[in-house]
């Protein structure tokens, strides 16, 4: 008996390799490499824009080296007053965010869920958000002030529209069907909102929230360059001003990095909390 259990041990084994070998390791590489290729691309990029630099087919007084931008910025990197420049832009970003999401996520929810409420706002709403939020900067100076609080409520402007449209398209889009089958198993508003709205409408939530935090991001950079609030915007003002171009790139290579680990955190959050809808699976190929 020992010797047969043994043995069915060590084909089943055998056949787990297999499967493995078959399925499992040319996923495993699939991913491996989708994950290398924008690596590859952007170390690609880099050696072909230093070419170009060095053999003058770009001026250098024009775009640095990349070589120097990468220097400079490990040099900023070292210093005290850059994470103190990364830290007032990133509190710019998150309250201006915060703001947005407190004000359009729970408006839109309420607007999205009556038909009537949609087509009253629809017009207004279309005519007022293709305005870009920094035009209104001269109000809002007169209004708050130069500081933070200027910065904060540009975000917050810039991000509420795609947060708003977001939730409540996510909401006047739940599939009339299952909103039906609710009824007829007589769930009240509140459980039907529960269980049904707020679920479908959760994914293009997080897609505009997504969307949010690199207008976010834009904003802020972008109002410290213009107002001259503290921060890498103001920074990359300072350092253009003075003629010194390689820290220029730098810091603006700097507010990139930031985007990216952005996108790549609220990507993953998003796989997290939504692993339970179809589109995430489909994704992760499950």
Request: glycine share 10%; hydrophobic share 50%; proline share 6%.
């Given at each position: ?5 043994t043995?069915a ?10 499967r ?12 491996g ?9 952007t170390?690609?990029i ?16 024009v ?13 900023h ?25 407190v ?11 009556s ?8 017009f ?10 920094i035009?209104l ?9 130069i ?20 939730t409540?398209y ?5 599939d009339?069907i299952?909103l ?9 508003p ?43 915007g ?5 350092a253009q001003?003075a ?11 700097a ?16 796989r997290?909390?939504l ?7 489909r994704e992760?190929?499950?």
């Amino acid at each position: 008996m020992t010797d047969l259990s043994t043995q069915a041990t060590t084909v089943e084994s055998h056949s787990r390799t297999i499967r493995w070998l078959r399925h499992g390791a040319p996923a495993a590489a699939g991913r491996g490499l989708s994950a290398l290729t924008p690596v590859l691309a952007t170390v690609a990029i880099v050696a072909g824009l230093q070419l170009l630099v060095a053999t003058g087919a770009i001026d250098e007084r024009v775009f640095p080296r990349p070589t120097s931008i990468g220097s400079e910025l490990w040099d900023h990197v070292q210093q005290g007053s850059f994470w103190e420049s990364v830290l007032r832009t990133l509190e710019g970003w998150a309250l201006g965010l915060g703001l947005a999401i407190v004000v359009a996520v729970p408006l839109g929810i309420a607007i999205g869920s009556s038909s009537s409420a949609y087509r009253s706002v629809r017009f207004v709403v279309d005519f007022v958000r293709p305005i870009p939020s920094i035009a209104l900067l001269p109000l809002f100076i007169l209004l708050f002030g130069i500081g933070m609080s200027l910065k904060t409520y540009i975000v917050a402007l810039g991000c509420f529209f795609p947060l708003f449209f977001q939730t409540m398209y996510g909401v006047q889009s739940v599939d009339p069907i299952t909103l039906e089958t609710a009824r007829a198993y007589r769930l009240g508003p509140v459980m039907r909102f529960v269980f049904v709205s707020l679920p479908g409408a959760t994914p293009m939530i997080a897609t505009g929230l997504r969307i949010s935090a690199s207008i976010a991001l834009l904003l802020a950079v972008g109002t410290e360059m213009v107002v001259g609030v503290p921060g890498i915007g103001y920074d990359i003002y300072r350092a253009q001003y003075a003629g010194e171009r390689p820290a220029a790139f730098a810091l603006i290579a700097a507010s990139g990095v930031l985007g990216i680990l952005m996108a790549i955190g609220f990507n993953r959050l998003e796989r997290v909390t939504l692993r339970w809808h179809p589109s995430q699976r489909r994704e992760s190929g499950e």
